[in-house]
C-alpha cells in the first residue's frame, strides 16, 4: 500500500508541472536556412532564433524552442503541444481560419522558380514540367491551383529535399520562397538559376499561435513593435539574409 | 591524410552527431521496457485465457485476438493519444471552471488549465506502454500456447505432493512453461525491437529522426558540412545497429534456454 501511494505521490509530481504554464514554447522546423536551423551543435539556430529570443526577452517571457516537422505544425500547435510557431511561415486566409498570427516580422517574399542552367522550359506558360514544392506551403498551394493541369507537381516534406531531388534531376523546377532560394542559388556556384517571373502569394511572415492566445499575441505584437522601432528587426534581417532591408526603419 | 581523419573526427563528434549517438538510449529503453511489459501483459493475458471463469477467459480471448489484428503503427498512433484525452478530459472536469471552458476556441481540450504538454519522457513511457499492449497480445498466445504444452503428468505429480494450486501455477507450471515459450517470445522480442524504429511518430527525437535530419542534404556553408542527400549513410549505420542487436538477442536468448531448461527433460529442450 506503502508502495503504490508512493508511486501515485512520483507521478503525480511528474504529472503536475506539465499542467502548468510556465514558459512559452516555441515551435520552428530546424530544416529551413537561414530562417531557422540546426547548427553543428544540434541547437536550434536562424534568423527566427535570433528573432525569437529577441522578443522573449524585450517581453519578459521565458522561451523554450521545439522541434516539430512543417506538416505538423499547425495541428500540433491546435493541439497544445507549443504555443508560438516561428517557422518562416507566410500570412494567408487559409492559415487564418484555423490559427491567428502576430503582426509580421519579414516583409512578403516573393516566390521563384529555379532550375538548372539551360533549362528550356517556358516559365510564362509551364507545361509538361515536374515542379517540385514543400507539402504544405504557400508555393505548393499555388502550384496545386494553378499548374497542375499541364504540369506534375511533386511534394517533399522539406526544403531540402525538394532541392536534393532538383538536383538529381528528379524534378524540372522549384517553386518556393526567394529567401529561402537565394543563398542556396549563391552556394551552388551555378548548377541552379532562377528563372521566369516571380510570384506574389502571401502576406509577410508572422508568428502563428491560437486563436484564443490573445494575451500572448499582445505580448508579442508590443514586442515585436518595440523591436522594429529600435532596428533590431531590420539589423538581423540584414544579417541572416545577405544585407537586405530595411524594411521596417521609420 | 591526418588532417582529413582530423576532420572527419570533428565533424563525427559535433554536437549534431553526439546528440543522435545519445538518441540510441530511447530506442534502448523503449525495448527494455516494452519487452517487460509484453511479458507481463503476456503472463496476465495467458492467465486469463487459462482461467475457469468465462468472462476472464473472455477478456484474455478478446485481448489476444484483437490486439494482434491492428497494425502496430496505427496502434502506436492511438494508443497515446486517447491515452491523452483521457486524461485530459479526467483533469478537465476537477479543473475547467465554466467560464473557462466557454471560452476554449479549440476543439480539445475543454479548457487550457486541462492541457497535459507531453515530452519526450511522457512519450517514451507511452510508446513503452503500446509496445508492451501490441506485443502482450503475441506474448499472451505464446504463453497459452507453451502452458498447455507442459506435460499433464507434472501437474498431477505436483497435487500428489500436496501442492497448492497457486504452487503448482508458479513452481511447476510456469517454472516448466519457459522452455516451451521462449523461442516464441524471442520472435516476439525481435519484432518490439523493429517497432521501436517508430519512436519519432511519437515526436521523440530518436535514431531514425536524427538519421533524417543528419543526412539531409545541406547546401549553406553557414549552416555546416555542405553535402548532398547523405541519408543512406545514416540509414547503413542504424541498419548495422538492428543487426547487432539482434545477433545479441539471439545470444541472450540461447544464454536464458540453457537456464530455464536445467532439470528439465523434455523434448523442447532436446
Same mark, same amino acid.
Given at each position: 500500500?506503502?508502495?503504490?501511494?508512493?508511486?501515485?505521490? *512520483?507521478?503525480?509530481?511528474?504529472?503536475?508541472?506539465?499542467?502548468?504554464?510556465?514558459?512559452?514554447?516555441?515551435?520552428?522546423? !530546424?530544416? +529551413?536556412?537561414?530562417?531557422?536551423?540546426?547548427?553543428?551543435?544540434?541547437?536550434?539556430?536562424?534568423?527566427?532564433?535570433?528573432?525569437? &529570443?529577441?522578443?522573449?526577452?524585450?517581453a519578459?517571457l521565458?522561451?523554450?524552442?521545439?522541434? &516539430? =516537422?512543417?506538416?505538423?505544425?499547425?495541428?500540433?500547435?491546435?493541439?497544445?503541444? +507549443? =504555443?508560438?510557431?516561428?517557422?518562416?511561415?507566410?500570412?494567408?486566409?487559409? /492559415?487564418?481560419?484555423?490559427?491567428?498570427?502576430?503582426?509580421?516580422?519579414?516583409?512578403?517574399?516573393? #516566390?521563384?522558380?529555379?532550375?538548372?542552367?539551360?533549362?528550356?522550359?517556358?516559365? #510564362?506558360?509551364?507545361?509538361?514540367? /515536374?515542379?517540385?514544392?514543400?507539402?504544405?506551403?504557400?508555393?505548393?498551394? +499555388?502550384?496545386?491551383?494553378?499548374?497542375?493541369?499541364?504540369?506534375?507537381?511533386? #511534394?517533399?516534406?522539406?526544403?531540402?529535399? &525538394?532541392?536534393?531531388?532538383?538536383?538529381? !534531376? &528528379?524534378?524540372?523546377?522549384?517553386?518556393?520562397?526567394?529567401?529561402?532560394?537565394?543563398?542556396?542559388?549563391?552556394? #551552388?556556384?551555378?548548377?541552379?538559376?532562377?528563372?521566369?517571373? =516571380?510570384?506574389?502569394?502571401?502576406?509577410?511572415?508572422? *508568428?502563428?499561435? /491560437?486563436?484564443?492566445?490573445?494575451e500572448l499575441?499582445a505580448k508579442i505584437d508590443d514586442a515585436?513593435?518595440?523591436?522594429?522601432?529600435?532596428?533590431?528587426?531590420?539589423?538581423?534581417? *540584414?544579417?541572416?539574409?545577405?544585407?537586405?532591408?530595411? +524594411?521596417?526603419?521609420? | 591524410?591526418?588532417?582529413?581523419?582530423?576532420?572527419?573526427?570533428?565533424?563525427?563528434?559535433?554536437?549534431?552527431?553526439?546528440?543522435?549517438?545519445?538518441?540510441?538510449?530511447?530506442?534502448? %529503453?523503449?525495448?527494455?521496457?516494452?519487452?517487460?511489459?509484453?511479458?507481463?501483459?503476456?503472463?496476465?493475458?495467458?492467465?486469463?485465457?487459462?482461467?475457469?471463469?468465462?468472462?476472464?477467459? $473472455?477478456?484474455?480471448? %478478446?485481448?489476444?485476438?484483437?490486439?494482434?489484428?491492428?497494425?502496430?503503427?496505427?496502434?502506436?498512433?492511438?494508443?497515446?493519444?486517447?491515452?491523452?484525452?483521457?486524461?485530459?478530459?479526467?483533469?478537465?472536469?476537477?479543473? @475547467?471552471?465554466?467560464?473557462?471552458?466557454?471560452?476554449?476556441?479549440?476543439?480539445?481540450?475543454? @479548457?487550457?488549465?486541462?492541457?497535459?504538454?507531453?515530452?519526450?519522457?511522457?512519450?517514451?513511457?507511452?510508446?513503452?506502454?503500446?509496445?508492451?499492449?501490441?506485443?502482450?497480445?503475441?506474448?499472451?498466445?505464446?504463453?497459452?500456447?507453451?502452458?498447455?504444452?507442459?506435460?499433464?503428468?507434472?501437474?498431477?505429480?505436483?497435487?500428489?505432493?500436496?501442492?497448492?494450486?497457486?504452487?503448482? $501455477?508458479?513452481?511447476?507450471?510456469?517454472?516448466?512453461?519457459?522452455?516451451?515459450?521462449?523461442?516464441?517470445?524471442?520472435?516476439?522480442?525481435?519484432?518490439?525491437?523493429?517497432?521501436?524504429?517508430?519512436?519519432?511518430? $511519437?515526436?521523440?527525437?530518436?535514431?531514425?529522426?536524427?538519421?533524417?535530419?543528419?543526412?539531409?542534404?545541406? %547546401?549553406?556553408?553557414?549552416?555546416?558540412?555542405?553535402?548532398?542527400?547523405?541519408?543512406?549513410?545514416?540509414?547503413?549505420? $542504424?541498419?548495422?545497429?538492428?543487426?547487432?542487436?539482434?545477433?545479441?538477442?539471439?545470444?541472450? %536468448?540461447?544464454?536464458?534456454?540453457?537456464?530455464?531448461?536445467?532439470?528439465?527433460?523434455?523434448?523442447?529442450?532436446?
Amino acid at each position: 500500500m506503502k508502495k503504490t501511494m508512493l508511486a501515485a505521490a *512520483a507521478v503525480l509530481a511528474l504529472a503536475t508541472p506539465a499542467f502548468a504554464q510556465e514558459s512559452v514554447r516555441i515551435a520552428t522546423e !530546424g530544416a +529551413y536556412a537561414p530562417w531557422n536551423f540546426l547548427n553543428d551543435a544540434g541547437e536550434p539556430a536562424g534568423f527566427e532564433i535570433d528573432l525569437g &529570443n529577441a522578443i522573449c526577452e524585450t517581453a519578459g517571457l521565458t522561451c523554450e524552442w521545439i522541434l &516539430n =516537422d512543417w506538416d505538423s505544425i499547425i495541428p500540433n500547435l491546435l493541439a497544445g503541444n +507549443y =504555443d508560438l510557431i516561428m517557422a518562416g511561415m507566410s500570412i494567408t486566409e487559409e /492559415r487564418l481560419a484555423t490559427i491567428d498570427f502576430t503582426q509580421d516580422y519579414f516583409p512578403p517574399d516573393p #516566390s521563384k522558380f529555379v532550375a538548372a542552367p539551360g533549362s528550356d522550359l517556358d516559365f #510564362s506558360a509551364l507545361s509538361g514540367a /515536374r515542379i517540385g514544392v514543400q507539402s504544405g506551403t504557400i508555393q505548393a498551394a +499555388y502550384a496545386e491551383e494553378n499548374l497542375s493541369a499541364d504540369n506534375t507537381i511533386v #511534394s517533399f516534406a522539406t526544403a531540402d529535399q &525538394n532541392m536534393a531531388d532538383l538536383m538529381a !534531376g &528528379n524534378i524540372d523546377t522549384i517553386l518556393a520562397d526567394g529567401s529561402y532560394l537565394e543563398q542556396v542559388v549563391t552556394a #551552388s556556384n551555378g548548377a541552379i538559376e532562377f528563372f521566369g517571373e =516571380d510570384i506574389l502569394v502571401g502576406g509577410g511572415v508572422g *508568428a502563428g499561435l /491560437r486563436k484564443d492566445d490573445a494575451e500572448l499575441k499582445a505580448k508579442i505584437d508590443d514586442a515585436l513593435t518595440a523591436l522594429k522601432a529600435d532596428g533590431t528587426v531590420d539589423r538581423l534581417i *540584414a544579417q541572416w539574409f545577405d544585407g537586405q532591408g530595411p +524594411y521596417y526603419a521609420e | 591524410m591526418l588532417d582529413d581523419i582530423a576532420f572527419w573526427v570533428g565533424y563525427l563528434t559535433n554536437g549534431k552527431h553526439l546528440t543522435w549517438y545519445a538518441s540510441f538510449q530511447f530506442t534502448i %529503453f523503449a525495448a527494455l521496457m516494452g519487452g517487460a511489459l509484453a511479458v507481463v501483459f503476456g503472463l496476465t493475458g495467458a492467465t486469463l485465457k487459462n482461467s475457469r471463469f468465462l468472462p476472464f477467459r $473472455l477478456v484474455g480471448s %478478446f485481448y489476444s485476438a484483437i490486439v494482434r489484428g491492428v497494425p502496430d503503427v496505427l496502434f502506436f498512433l492511438f494508443f497515446p493519444l486517447a491515452f491523452e484525452q483521457a486524461v485530459e478530459w479526467i483533469v478537465a472536469t476537477q479543473v @475547467c471552471s465554466p467560464e473557462a471552458i466557454a471560452a476554449q476556441t479549440a476543439p480539445w481540450p475543454p @479548457c487550457r488549465e486541462a492541457n497535459w504538454f507531453l515530452g519526450t519522457f511522457e512519450y517514451l513511457i507511452l510508446a513503452s506502454v503500446s509496445l508492451g499492449l501490441v506485443y502482450g497480445a503475441f506474448a499472451t498466445n505464446v504463453i497459452h500456447g507453451a502452458m498447455r504444452s507442459v506435460p499433464a503428468g507434472q501437474l498431477e505429480a505436483a497435487r500428489a505432493y500436496g501442492m497448492s494450486a497457486r504452487q503448482v $501455477l508458479w513452481h511447476i507450471h510456469i517454472r516448466q512453461m519457459w522452455v516451451y515459450a521462449l523461442p516464441g517470445l524471442s520472435n516476439v522480442w525481435m519484432l518490439i525491437i523493429k517497432a521501436t524504429s517508430l519512436l519519432s511518430l $511519437l515526436q521523440i527525437a530518436d535514431i531514425v529522426l536524427w538519421a533524417d535530419r543528419l543526412g539531409a542534404p545541406n %547546401f549553406l556553408p553557414a549552416v555546416g558540412l555542405v553535402h548532398d542527400d547523405w541519408r543512406w549513410r545514416y540509414y547503413l549505420v $542504424l541498419f548495422v545497429f538492428y543487426i547487432l542487436v539482434t545477433w545479441l538477442s539471439e545470444r541472450a %536468448f540461447g544464454a536464458i534456454m540453457r537456464r530455464a531448461g536445467r532439470g528439465i527433460l523434455s523434448e523442447a529442450h532436446g
